[in-house]
Nanobody, 116 residues
């Protein structure tokens, strides 16, 4: 079974930065379109950013210019750099294949908490 393990979350003040990592096993991320999602309490899971095998990226309007998705194919890892964090960015962040639905397998996610 594919395993995606997220890490790097934490508590940070508004304006701060974090770098999230998503390490994969039993799948080669280089040939897959990968994405980061987030889910805040009481809200549906939303797509934050995606990256295709060729490296082209796409972002939700709410994070554009502040977050950066990248991948290291040698390490089979996808990253999400979070800058200029806002309290509304507080959520559990997950990585998965782009197009994943709630019916698919998800990792445990990593909690990001931004204090004002």
């Amino acid at each position: 079974q594919v395993q995606l393990v997220e890490s790097g979350g934490g508590l940070v003040q508004a304006g701060g930065s974090l770098r999230l990592s998503c390490a994969a096993s039993r799948v080669i991320l280089a040939i897959r379109t990968m994405a980061w999602f987030r889910q805040a309490p009481g809200k549906p899971r939303e797509l934050v950013a995606s990256i295709i095998p060729g490296g082209v990226t796409n972002y939700a309007d709410s994070v554009k210019g502040r977050f950066t998705i990248s991948r290291d194919n040698a390490k089979n890892t996808v990253y999400l750099q979070l800058n200029s964090l806002k309290p509304e960015d507080t959520a559990v962040y997950y990585c998965n294949f782009a197009g994943a639905t709630m019916a698919d397998h998800w990792g445990q996610g990593t909690q990001v908490t931004v204090s004002s």
